[in-house]
């Protein structure tokens, strides 16, 4: 089955720097490869994706970056604020969409 | 758009009773729902995949007899979790299917506390 990676698990930025989280995942079959923020007692929400066709995705200060030869997908925040910080987790999905998680990370932005 | 809610968001109940879980996609039809646990500063755990009309499909491990998961309508999927005891306590999260069929979008939460 499919095995993702997720490092690191724990990050501090100063705000106004960026951050960059990464995974890395073992079935090439894999197609799809969403990220979520998830705040503390709440659900995951859906920040950005990136489907096996294309390299990089960018959305304002958010981007991810799909390396298919490699196996391995990156987050990237740019310009960060206090509110961005929350756990993160990357997730890979396999044509039978089942999505397998990597195990987080927690960001924290320093004002 | 895309908007998944769950029901309660947080219940209490005693050990030996049964709870049940509701999951809604507000705005679209969502033929699948997945229900997840999640443990305190753990990663998501998925439990069963559940598609409208039939029986859901469970993961290894997971009790079926224990977690009852109904998935009666295009928009609704129930999750009952049936002689609850403190061992069940734990944040349970669905998620729906997006109609391009990758997304997955997740519903708030509900956060279990057996006593």
């Known amino acids: 089955g499919e095995n993702v990676e997720q490092h690191p698990s724990t990050l501090s930025v100063q705000e106004g720097d960026s951050a960059v989280i990464k995974c890395t995942y073992s079935?090439?079959?894999?197609?799809?490869f969403p990220w979520y923020k998830q705040e503390l007692g709440k659900g995951p929400q859906l920040i950005i994706d990136?489907?096996?066709?294309?390299g990089e995705k960018k959305d304002q200060r958010i981007a991810v970056t799909l390396n298919k030869t490699a196996k391995h997908f990156s987050l990237h925040i740019t310009e960060t604020q206090p509110e961005d910080s929350a756990v993160y987790f990357c997730?890979?999905?396999?044509?039978?969409?089942?999505?397998?998680f990597g195990t987080g990370t927690s960001l924290t932005v320093i004002p | 758009g895309a908007v998944v809610s769950q029901h309660p968001s947080w219940v209490i109940c005693k050990s030996g009773t049964s709870v049940k879980i509701e999951c809604r996609s507000l705005?679209?039809?969502?033929?699948?729902m997945f229900w997840y646990r999640q443990f305190p500063k753990q990663s998501l755990m998925l439990m069963a995949t559940?598609?409208?009309?039939?029986?859901?499909?469970?993961e290894q491990g997971v009790e079926k007899d224990k977690f009852l998961i109904n998935h009666a309508s295009l928009t609704l999927s129930t999750l009952t979790v049936t002689s609850a005891h403190p061992e069940d306590s734990s944040f349970y999260i669905c998620?729906?299917?997006?109609?391009?069929?990758?997304?997955?979008?997740f519903g708030p939460g509900t956060r279990l506390t057996v006593t």
């Open positions: 998620s729906a299917r997006g109609l391009a069929g990758f997304e997955q979008y």
């Open positions: 079935d090439s079959a894999s197609n799809y």
């Open positions: 990136i489907r096996s066709n294309v």
């Open positions: 997730a890979a999905s396999n044509p039978g969409n089942q999505f397998y």
């Open positions: 705005d679209f039809q969502a033929t699948t």
């Open positions: 559940s598609n409208e009309g039939s029986k859901a499909t469970y």
